[in-house]
């Protein structure tokens, strides 16, 4: 059974950092697409970042672009969610995801992950 499961979320103030991560049993690990998205309560789930099978590629919503990196460490099956200048309005549940098909990063949220973790929530005072 696949699990990935989400950690790191938290209360933070505006302008603080928080690093999310997520392990996912996915295998082979290595051949899957990561990626992060998140919903705000009344709002649908939005594309936050996804993540290529090397790395080589990575892709940003424009609301985190130069704020938020996404990173993977095959070794330990995990991906992260660095995210710097938070602003109030990044509160959300944040979800890692992962898929096996190679164009599911590029996609960039137009076509849904196989296999979602639980969330995470992340709260960002003004």
């Known amino acids: 059974q696949v699990q990935l499961v989400e950690s790191g979320g938290g209360l933070v103030q505006a302008g603080g950092s928080l690093r999310l991560s997520c392990t996912a049993s996915?295998?082979?690990?290595?051949?899957?697409?990561l990626g992060w998205f998140r919903q705000a309560p009344g709002k649908e789930r939005e594309f936050v970042a996804t993540?290529?099978?090397?790395?080589?590629?990575?892709y940003y919503a424009d609301a985190v672009k130069g704020r938020f990196t996404i990173s993977r460490d095959n070794a330990k099956n995990t991906v992260y969610l660095q995210m710097d200048s938070l602003k109030p309005e990044d509160t959300a549940v944040y979800y890692c995801?992962?898929?096996?098909?190679?164009?599911?990063?590029?996609?960039?949220?137009?076509?849904?992950?196989?296999?979602w973790g639980q969330g995470t929530q992340v709260t960002v005072s003004s």
């Open positions: 993540i290529s099978w090397s790395a080589g590629n990575r």
């Open positions: 996915v295998r082979p690990f290595a051949t899957h697409c």
């Open positions: 995801a992962a898929d096996s098909r190679i164009g599911a990063a590029q996609a960039m949220g137009a076509v849904p992950f196989s296999y």
